[in-house]
């Protein structure tokens, strides 16, 4: 018995795990050796190829396709029409599904609208990739990305927030109340103070 949601016009092929409350929309492709968690919601017109892992309560938007050696961990959300890459140097007549490169997407990560994913490169925990961005390096965690290529802009709270450090490196989410830590290009997460 299954329990999660897929709709008529979803296509699941046999050796697929999907985990409880999972919701799979129009004409979505999910492909054999594929693992879903729990929790998650795939938009219309969504691939996931074969061997793709999903954390829980990963959120992905419409018409993205989610290539061979994509992890994303629990709590990633995959803005429309976002892109990963697999192969670092495609061609048509040239075979390389022995090439695949893996792409690490960590907790809590957020990838905007039409960003292009270059492969080989973690997404750091709690990170935001905005709209349009085209990633060619490693985004740390906590970082705010924009642009083409991607540069860094900035720090971004578990939240969504924008970080604003002050003198001694301190920076508090005026939504959860957390308090950050900045050290260098690591980010450390202090005990929330609205408890």
Same mark, same amino acid.
């Given at each position: 018995?299954?329990?999660?949601?897929? $709709?008529?016009?979803?296509?699941? @092929?046999?050796?697929?795990?999907?985990?409880?409350?999972?919701?799979?929309? $129009?004409?979505? $492709?999910?492909?054999?050796?594929?693992?879903?968690?729990?929790?998650?919601?795939?938009?219309?017109?969504?691939?996931?190829?074969?061997?793709?892992?999903?954390?829980?309560?990963?959120?992905?938007?419409?018409?993205?396709?989610?290539?061979?050696?994509?992890?994303?961990?629990? @709590?990633?959300?995959?803005?429309?029409?976002?892109?990963?890459?697999?192969?670092?140097?495609?061609?048509?007549?040239?075979?390389?599904?022995?090439?695949?490169?893996?792409?690490?997407?960590? &907790?809590?990560?957020?990838?905007?609208?039409?960003?292009?994913?270059?492969?080989?490169?973690?997404?750091?925990?709690?990170?935001?990739?905005?709209?349009?961005?085209?990633?060619?390096?490693?985004?740390?965690?906590?970082?705010?990305?924009?642009?083409?290529?991607?540069?860094?802009?900035?720090?971004?709270?578990?939240?969504? $927030?924008?970080? &604003?450090?002050?003198?001694?490196?301190?920076?508090?989410?005026?939504?959860?109340?957390?308090?950050?830590?900045?050290?260098?290009?690591?980010?450390? &997460?202090?005990?929330?103070?609205?408890?």
């Amino acid at each position: 018995m299954k329990d999660y949601f897929a $709709h008529e016009t979803a296509v699941i @092929d046999d050796g697929v795990k999907i985990g409880d409350g999972t919701r799979i929309w $129009h004409f979505s $492709h999910i492909m054999t050796g594929s693992v879903i968690g729990k929790n998650c919601n795939l938009g219309q017109n969504v691939v996931v190829s074969p061997d793709v892992i999903l954390g829980n309560n990963v959120k992905v938007q419409n018409n993205v396709s989610i290539y061979t050696g994509v992890i994303c961990e629990d @709590d990633v959300f995959l803005g429309p029409s976002m892109v990963f890459t697999n192969v670092i140097n495609p061609r048509s007549a040239v075979i390389r599904r022995d090439k695949y490169i893996e792409t690490v997407v960590e &907790k809590g990560a957020t990838i905007g609208a039409n960003a292009t994913i270059v492969c080989g490169n973690k997404i750091g925990k709690f990170s935001f990739i905005g709209a349009g961005a085209v990633v060619v390096c490693e985004v740390l965690p906590y970082a705010l990305v924009v642009g083409n290529p991607s540069r860094q802009i900035g720090w971004m709270s578990e939240f969504g $927030h924008r970080l &604003k450090f002050n003198s001694e490196g301190l920076a508090s989410c005026p939504e959860s109340g957390d308090t950050y830590r900045l050290d260098g290009e690591m980010i450390t &997460k202090i005990e929330s103070t609205n408890e």
